[in-house]
Structure formats: C-alpha cells, structure tokens
C-alpha cells in the first residue's frame, strides 16, 4: 500500500502539517515509521482523514444544506465581465477553478477579486487520473 509523509498527507486534504501531525498524536490517524525512519502515514488512513477534515471544514464553514457534494471554498482570483456572460477564477487551495457564468450571476452575489467564495461543482461526467 501506498504511504505518505505528514507533509504530503496535510497537503492532499488542504490542512496545515501541523493539523496533521496533532491528529496523529492524538490517535486521529494511524502513522508508522518507514524504513528510512520517517513518520507516514498508509494511504488508506489518508483517504479516511482526508474525509475527516472535510466534514470538519464543511462543519466550521457554516455551509448551506445542498445536494452539491463537490465543495471548493477558495478566494475569486478573476472576473471577466461580457455583455452577457462572465468568467470567474477561484484558486481552492492547490485547486484553480474556472466557471462561466451569466453576468448576473456574478453581480448578484457581488462576486469580485479578492472575496471568499466557494465553487460547487455538479457534474455528469468527471475524469479522473491515477496519480
């Protein structure tokens, strides 16, 4: 099975290092010590964490009830305004999201550069790649 440093098992779920290596202490996720000595954590535990931190996000976030499950909150990084349509940046953590929208759709929530947002993403067809 795959394993991971504290580094790259804090970055996957977005939560700092240090988050992830008191969650270990305390017994949150299991960690073992690779041949090299290091601490990493097994990737199944990861994938557990990483949900973990998710509700937990999603629970301090004060999220809207939604059937959206695919939730990237971020900071709007872009706005291209048309006559009609509009084109939105969102940098989500390592995520960088582009949606087209109508133009009233970005007034309306007076989406602009530098304000929070978070990209709610719905989709029929998803592509996924193995790492």
Same mark, same amino acid.
């Given at each position: ?22 969650? =270990? ?27 973990? =931190? ?21 900071? /709007?990084?872009? /706005?291209?305004?048309?006559? /009609? ?12 999201? /582009? ?5 009233? =759709? ?26």
């Amino acid at each position: 099975m795959q394993t991971y440093t504290i580094g790259q098992a804090a970055r996957l779920p977005g939560v700092s290092p240090d988050t992830a290596r008191r969650r =270990a202490d305390a017994g949150r996720v299991a960690t073992h010590r690779d041949p090299a000595g290091r601490r990493v954590i097994g990737g199944r535990d990861l994938a557990a964490f990483a949900v973990e =931190a998710g509700q937990g996000a999603a629970a301090e976030d004060g999220a809207p009830h939604t059937s959206a499950r695919n939730a990237f909150p971020g900071i /709007v990084t872009a /706005v291209r305004l048309g006559d /009609v349509a509009a084109r939105i940046g969102i940098q989500a953590g390592l995520h960088r999201i /582009v949606s087209l929208l109508t133009r009233e =759709a970005v007034a309306e929530p007076g989406l602009a550069v530098g304000r929070r947002a978070t990209a709610r993403v719905k989709s029929t067809s998803v592509h996924i790649d193995r790492a």
